[in-house]
């Protein structure tokens, strides 16, 4: 009997965040490409692509999209339900997460690889196929920029939003357009990118508190949202902090804020725009044109915090050391 395969070409936009040994947390987005493999049905198809495509994104959706992907190793099961996870870097540096179980994907594998999420993905698209299907198999294929555009991956979590954009850590890879007097600025462009590569977004609001554990500045975020509790505690190193939610439009006005601040005295220009993306395809703009005497540094640093009093007012965690912050 012979065997036939169709295929769908991105199919979906996959939207994750997994844990690597050295880089720690990242945010990543790639197409879903799925191959269905089987015998001709009483209709003459393999599956109707319609429906092919509609079954194997709600798998998707379902299972892996917004969530964070980490080995089962470092995984607690907490008595409320929720899961804990701690994560050690090479370097020493470590993270914990605490969130739902459903923003959690757990692979019996040792390390996170592309490899690794495209069987799951394509053993748990096969258990919803139809008795004619006898094989699946998924490529996670990133998207084909010009050579030299900067990208960047980063993480992230509206604690407001009602889908699973609201989970802590779920991320995305993305490009940058920046315009400067209406030319593309590649320098500033690459400048903004290596800045908020790998870096977890945070709101302002979330961030629970600031310390100092064995010389290294720490931060926890936390917030209740509709799908449960989320908290995160990592270096502060990793994050970036916004005055407003990390959502896209306010990614492009915080870049947009950053260059006209940061080198708006060093170059003459007047007018910056920005266009940041989410995910791929998709996003927002930002534009300004005010003199820089008018425009307010939107950017945190760790003595920022220190001068809010987060550190003396919030304290140390349970059982941690004194404050004692270090840049």
């Not at 005055?243 to 003459?268: A, H, M, W």
Request: net charge negative; charged share 25%.
């Amino acid at each position: 009997m012979s065997q036939i395969s169709m295929f769908v070409n991105q199919l979906s936009v996959f939207d994750y965040a997994y844990l690597d040994r050295m880089q720690g947390l990242i945010g990543d987005a790639r197409y879903a490409a799925v191959r269905f493999i089987g015998q001709l049905n009483e209709e003459g198809v393999v599956f109707d692509f319609s429906l092919a495509k509609n079954a194997a994104k709600k798998i998707i959706d379902e299972i892996a999209d917004h969530r964070v992907i980490v080995p089962s190793s470092c995984v607690e099961w907490l008595n409320d339900g929720d899961i804990q996870i701690k994560w050690d870097y090479s370097d020493g540096e470590w993270l914990c997460y605490k969130a739902p179980a459903q923003a959690i994907v757990a692979l019996n594998t040792p390390a996170v690889t592309i490899g690794a999420i495209e069987a799951y993905l394509a053993q748990e698209i096969m258990k919803g196929m139809p008795e004619n299907i006898n094989g699946v198999e998924v490529s996670l294929v990133g998207e084909e920029l010009p050579p030299g555009k900067a990208i960047y991956h980063y993480t992230h979590g509206l604690k407001e939003h009602y889908g699973n954009c609201q989970r802590l850590f779920h991320g995305h890879r993305n490009t940058i357009d920046i315009m400067v007097d209406g030319v593309r600025d590649n320098h500033f462009e690459k400048l903004m990118a290596e800045r908020l590569q790998n870096k977890h977004l945070i709101f302002k609001e979330n961030v629970k508190k600031v310390y100092a554990n064995e010389g290294v500045s720490r931060i926890q975020v936390e917030y209740q949202s509709g799908q449960g509790y989320f908290f995160a505690d990592l270096p502060f190193h990793m994050v970036e902090i916004f005055p407003y939610e990390t959502t896209v439009e306010n990614i492009s006005r915080f870049v947009c804020n950053q260059v006209k601040v940061k080198f708006g005295n060093l170059r003459d220009f007047r007018s910056v725009q920005v266009n940041a993306y989410e995910g791929i395809q998709k996003g927002a703009t930002t534009s300004i044109s005010r003199p820089i005497s008018q425009i307010k540094d939107d950017s945190y640093t760790l003595k920022s915090f220190v001068k809010e009093g987060y550190a003396e007012k919030r304290g140390s965690p349970k059982g941690g050391p004194e404050i004692t912050l270090e840049d």
